[in-house]
């Protein structure tokens, strides 16, 4: 049975937070943007980087245009806090630019808030981009690559 990101609501445990995060890893993992956008509030405030913006549509919009640029993602998330209705996360993800022929890992930091039904209501983003060889790939796995050779 897989775990939605909404079943899992506030007051967070150790373990419920564990596994919120774990929820939402494998929902982004899917690059299904309507989905992803099903486990934030309607009117959602997002900082992503030097964006800012709010609500379910402009999640979906955004998270469409994030996963048109980066090709082949594949995203971790790690626990690093949690209160009674706030997870903190630390992420890395891998994903390929067609356009520059590079790959690249972006590490960064989230910090989450939820509303009572477990959809979170704010989200803060920051990261950095970190230009990598496709030697260096941890998450993505290049068998699972149809066009591997062609993307080194």
Sequence with gaps: MTIKPTDIKP???YETAKAKVKAAENAWNSRDPKRVALAYTEDSQWRNREEFFQGREYIEE?????WRKEKHYKLMK???AYTDNRI???FEYEWYNEYKKQWYRTHGNEHWEFNEDGLMRRRDMSAND???AAQELRYVQPSELTDFDSLC
Excluded at 62 to 66: A, D, G, N, P, Q
């Design 130 to 132: 970190v230009p990598i």
């Design 78 to 80: 790690e626990l690093w």
């Design 62 to 66: 955004f998270l469409t245009r994030k």
């Design 88 to 90: 903190s996360v630390r």
């Design 11 to 13: 007051p967070f445990t």
